[in-house]
DNA sequence: CTGAAAGCGCTAACAA
DNA sequence: TTGTTAGCGCTTTCAG
């Protein structure tokens, strides 16, 4: 690693002055191509490499956007294995039956989608993206090291407590995603749970002529309370009897304890609606483990529109949320929000869509 | 957005000089409690947020590591929809049949699970991680750019130009994941693909007395060799007959199209050992579109360990690479030759595992 | 079209 | 223990 050249180094080999040097990176048609020519060679000879805090601190910006991802932890091919004895050892490698790879349930899979849809439009507009979510618990620091890093924020549901967000929301623009609007000062994106809910139940109701319905989600999340408030629309305006309360899925209860306290409630409803796909998946491997077919004796259906509930079989129905579009969405706010430098958040909702695949009794293909 | 304090601010707030506003920060046990309180508490008042382009002036370093990452493309709820006519409308939430979600196909899923190791690893170190992957091309100016953001970048495999990463290397460690050596100061994390292969193609033989296989893969791509040279190390000691060439899956090939030539070819052989699990994914729908019975009239296996894998009817039997210790391993080099200093490149082979399930013929569970 | 020069906000000697 | 001060490398007026 020789020590970087900076622009005096590449200034001093182009025979020019460390401002031409900086027009040519900035703004080439200001400079004669010939001298222009002269600097990029400069440039490339000594392996020139601008740096970007110089930059940042010179005009005030850095030219970066953050997002603020959940801590999350994974164990490396640890949790979740089916593995069982494994077989002779072949050259070195291990073998191992059945089993594999990252347990999604410990794990929001839909992140993933939002967040490519984040780099994508940070990309097209010429944005870095620092990836920020705190070992631990979300200290001030953390959040602050970051937020001193970028031009502005996007932040997903719950990862950073309130009184840091209210600090933060007056030095940089803030973007909340699928969060319910909760702080004067901040932009969000959000998307319409409860009329995705509604319609879905709906569908459910009137197209499979089910009545007997039950709704399982986490009761203290604001995106599952919506959607349940979408759920018991449907139910009323069918002039179905309306619960009051979804089935709990204590984060601790896996789905095959949670069909397992179902099954000696007695007879299981046409349709166990759950509040997101994840939750849907597990449900539906417990209900396997129970012997339970499903869609025949129980219909399940989730709601995000991850991939793995297209993958999975039966195909899960559901509600798609636009992920990719909220990360694009969330991104196009924060650039709005720092080249106006305006004053006031900015907020939109995008629409959801129901998918009708297998899980909910629909026909296959 | 009020004006962003500095530590003028602070410092003038508290009655300090700004050096002591930054050894509060930076070397608190160097500032007397009481003093480092005030400070604490004008800086609290004042939402002042430390600039990191100003730190990384004054210290030479940024305090953050790059991932340069794939140019993909991905069509929200575009491709590869299964959809068709919608049925009615309901509560302006638009409702549509199968389909669903990002197809996963045109985009090298297992990056996500090595760029969640890199995430974890990096804050875990006190790291920001840039996440950069330009658009379109993979012009000098991008990489230069992120290059110019980080004090260490992590790089995907085929991401990069050659000759780009030649000029960088000696300005920045730069660690390439999966990807077979090729500069002298690179450093690199890989796996052993080979072995791997021929691991899992020794069971198929000896386990399920299978003899008639066929390897299908890209054949410029280095992993792909690597794996097709395990495969045909299986076959050559099996006393089988070696294969010079895999079953190309040109790019634009659909497993669909792919399974009907083979049809059209003859019989099918026992069975289809795909170089990566999106191949084999693809060939298994193929397989299924054309009525054909996975595993009992073809085995198919596939190499990666992805979560659709794992997810899949029948469940993909693989070989996993550990992909967020990639990340994570690649990190630690990193981190390594930052604080090192280090001249020579570093290298790490990581151990893969073979995971036996359904799609070979094992037996469920 | 090009150069000179004044910062941008922070860190880290070095002094006091 | 705290203050003074000299940069870090780049951008950007303002002159020339």
Known sequence: MGKRPTVYDVAERAGVSIATVSFT????????????HSVLVAAGAL???????ARGLAKGQTGALGLFSFDYLRAEDAAGLTTSAAPADRAGVEVVR???GTDFRHFPLYVDEVQRGVELECWQR???????GGNQITSEAVVTDIAGRVDGLAIFPHTVPNDILDRLVHRIPIVAMSEPPHHDNLSHVTVDNAAGMRALTDHLIADHGMSDLLFV??????EDEARFRGFQDALRSAGLRVPRKPLSSGS???GHELVADLLSRGPLPHALVCA???????IMDGLVEHGVAVPHQVAVTGFDGIAAGHIARPALTTVRQPMELMGRAAVEILVELITHQAEHPV??????????????????G
Chains 1, 2 share one sequence.
């Open 47 to 53: 392996g020139y490499v601008p740096s970007a805090s």
């Open 98 to 100: 059945g089993g594999g």
């Open 347 to 364: 907020s939109r909702q995008l629409p959801v869509k129901v998918l009708l695949r297998e899980s909910c009794g629909c026909p296959t």
């Open 217 to 222: 989600g986490r009761t203290p999340f604001s």
């Open 25 to 36: 990176f900035r703004q080439p048609e200001r400079v004669k191509p010939s001298t222009r």
């Open 252 to 254: 601790e209860r896996t």
């Open 276 to 282: 997101t796909d994840e939750l849907a998946l597990d």
């Open 126 to 132: 010429g944005y870095a993206l620092l990836i920020g």
